[in-house]
């Protein structure tokens, strides 16, 4: 079992920047895969970023790629998602996911445990 508590998120502006994080609790934080997804009002929950057990495979949507960056921390059991050039789009409730096979999956449906979200929310 994995409990996850994202933090970070809050009110920018357009351009700024913001770091997530997903703190893990549990011993096995490091054989999990790791990903960052985020659910707009009334839409369906998106991929944003994940990143393998390792942290040697990434993969990105490709709305954020070259302006967000996923990266992981296996001695503080914390996975980081540094978002820049922050847009309107950008603007939802990120939720952290870790996925037991240890992979960089992009489907929300192979992760296994769900953090609560962090609402991230950018005026232009």
């Known amino acids: 079992q994995v409990q996850l508590v994202e933090s970070g998120g809050g009110l920018v502006q357009a351009g700024a920047s913001l770091r997530l994080s997903c703190a893990a609790s549990?011993?096995?934080?490091?054989?999990?895969?790791m990903g960052w997804f985020r659910q707009a009002p009334g839409k369906e929950r998106e991929f944003v970023a994940a990143i393998n057990w390792n942290g040697g495979i990434t993969y990105y949507a490709s709305s954020v790629k070259g302006r967000f960056t996923i990266s992981r921390d296996n001695a503080k059991n914390t996975v980081y998602l540094q978002m820049n050039s922050l847009k309107p789009e950008d603007a939802a409730v990120y939720y952290c996911a870790a996925d037991r096979s240890g992979t960089a999956a992009t489907n929300r449906y192979e992760y296994d445990y769900w953090g609560q979200g962090t609402q991230v929310t950018v005026s232009s």
């Open positions: 549990g011993r096995t934080f490091s054989r999990y895969g």
